[in-house]
Structures are given as C-alpha cells and as structure tokens.
C-alpha cells in the first residue's frame, strides 16, 4: 500500500470517524448481495481506460449529489439499479479513497447512514 493511503487510512480513524472499509473479499462477493450498492466514483474516462469493478454503479464524483437526490424511477432508469435509500449499505470507491471519502460526506449529507469504503 503506497504511503499516500496509509496516510489517509490512518487520519481517518485518528480523527475519530468510524468509517468502515470494504475487504477485497466483501466486494467480490457483492453480487450474492443485491441489497449493497457498490458506487464508483471515478471520472468516466478513468473507468474506461483503468476498467470498471464488476457489480459498480459508476457515479462520477460531480454527480454524486444529484444522483442521489434523483427520483427513484430515475435513478433506476440511469444507472440500472434500484435507488439506494438512507438505510442501504453503500460502497463507495475510488483509486486512492480521497474521492470516495468525498462522496461518502456528500451521502451523509443527504440522509445516508450505512457506508463503506474500498
């Protein structure tokens, strides 16, 4: 692990958060969990040239609010997945977690209070 994420990981439980991170192990086995949302937050074409995480709705960072503010039919419309409520476990990622920390106090600030990192 590169000593920039260390960094980041370790502030991030000193600073008294008690945001939980998503094992390897978890996010492969996702699909046996539709209830979960797996949120990719990078940028579209990080995506397309880096590969997209089986099982991710890919929500660039910019529109992170405004997806989840969408109306339900919406959002299943756009993304192809049921709209998260307040209560679903959520699984926001990223390449070194600064954009899925954002996203997950974006998703705070809506309601959201089940969230996960990987």
């Given amino acids: 692990m590169c000593a920039a994420l260390l960094n980041w990981v370790s502030n991030l439980f000193t600073a008294g958060n008690s945001m939980s991170i998503?094992?390897?192990?978890?996010?492969l086995d996702l699909p046996n969990h539709p209830e979960k949302l797996l949120i990719d937050v990078r940028g579209v074409?990080?995506?397309?040239?880096?590969?997209a995480i089986p099982t991710a709705v890919n929500i660039p960072l910019p529109t992170v609010e405004r997806a989840l503010q969408l109306p339900a039919d919406e959002f299943k419309a756009?993304?192809?997945?049921?709209?998260?409520?307040?209560?679903?476990?959520?699984?926001?990622?990223?390449?070194?977690?600064g954009r899925a920390q954002t996203a997950t106090n974006t998703a705070l600030g809506l309601g959201f209070t089940k969230y996960v990192f990987f």
């Fill in 45 to 51: 074409d990080e995506v397309a040239s880096t590969g």
């Fill in 78 to 97: 756009k993304y192809g997945r049921d709209k998260p409520t307040p209560e679903t476990e959520v699984i926001f990622s990223c390449k070194l977690g």
């Fill in 22 to 27: 998503a094992t390897y192990e978890e996010v």
